[in-house]
């Protein structure tokens, strides 16, 4: 079961930061990863992370301004948005893949978390 939390508003140029908890055994070769939801668009990937190798990626639309890790101790996948922009108000979700590598694809991933509204003004 994953649970998405941090969600809220935020300034542009501001920043927030999403945590994911996944409750019970998180296998290595899972990968975990953020998408996003815009009202009235389609669910967009925003980053993945490879549990096994900590191997990352982002979408472009990103890269440079959010950072995908995981807190072992917390047993969380974080994600930290900095730089948001107005574009960036989403609800967001944490989802698993649970074999193979990151994905951009939302059907790949079989687990998913409840969204977290992050809410950017101009």
């Known amino acids: 079961q994953l649970q998405a939390s941090g969600g809220g508003s935020a300034q542009a140029g501001g920043s927030l930061r999403l945590s994911c908890a996944a409750s019970?055994?998180?296998?290595?070769?899972?990968?975990m990863g953020w998408f996003r939801q815009a009202p009235g668009k389609g669910r967009e990937f925003v980053a993945g992370l490879k549990l096994s190798g900590d191997s990352t990626h982002y979408a472009d639309s990103v890269k440079g301004r959010f950072t995908i890790s995981r807190d072992n101790a917390k047993n969380t996948v974080d994600l930290q948005m900095n730089s948001l922009k107005p574009g960036d108000t989403a609800v967001y979700f944490c989802a698993v893949k649970v074999w193979g590598t990151i994905s951009s694809l939302f059907r790949e991933y079989a687990y998913w978390g409840q969204g977290t509204l992050v809410t950017v003004s101009s």
């Open positions: 019970g055994r998180t296998g290595s070769s899972y990968v």
